[in-house]
Nanobody
Framework: QVQLVESGGGLVQAGGSLRLSCAAS????????MGWFRQAPGKEREFVAR???????SYADSAKGRFTISRDNAKKTVYLQMNSLKPEDTAVYYC????????WGQGTQVTVSS
């Protein structure tokens, strides 16, 4: 069983930055594939970014060049640094851990005002 707790969401003006954090439980965090997804009102949940066990990263086209995913295995935490935020980035952001199955956090709200 893996528990995930997100933090760092909030209200920010367009062009601003936020850093999301996701703290995970479990003794083998370094083996988890970690990711961030988001869900805007009335839309399906979509992929944002992923980081592998070997720190390989992948991003949605909408996140490339603006968002950076990273992990600290000693702290069992994954981060999403979001820069140059746009109103269309407004969504609930969910942390995901892939460990034989998918685990999800409760989500953190990000609101970007124009």
């Amino acid at each position: 069983q893996v528990q995930l707790v997100e933090s760092g969401g909030g209200l920010v003006q367009a062009g601003g930055s936020l850093r999301l954090s996701c703290a995970a439980s479990g003794r083998t965090f370094s083996t988890y594939v970690m990711g961030w997804f988001r869900q805007a009102p009335g839309k399906e949940r979509e992929f944002v970014a992923r980081i592998s066990r070997s720190d390989g990263t992948s991003y949605a086209d909408s996140a490339k060049g603006r968002f950076t995913i990273s992990r600290d295995n000693a702290k069992k935490t994954v981060y999403l640094q979001m820069n140059s935020l746009k109103p269309e980035d407004t969504a609930v952001y969910y942390c995901n851990a892939r460990v034989q199955r998918d685990y999800w956090g409760q989500g953190t709200q990000v609101t970007v005002s124009s």
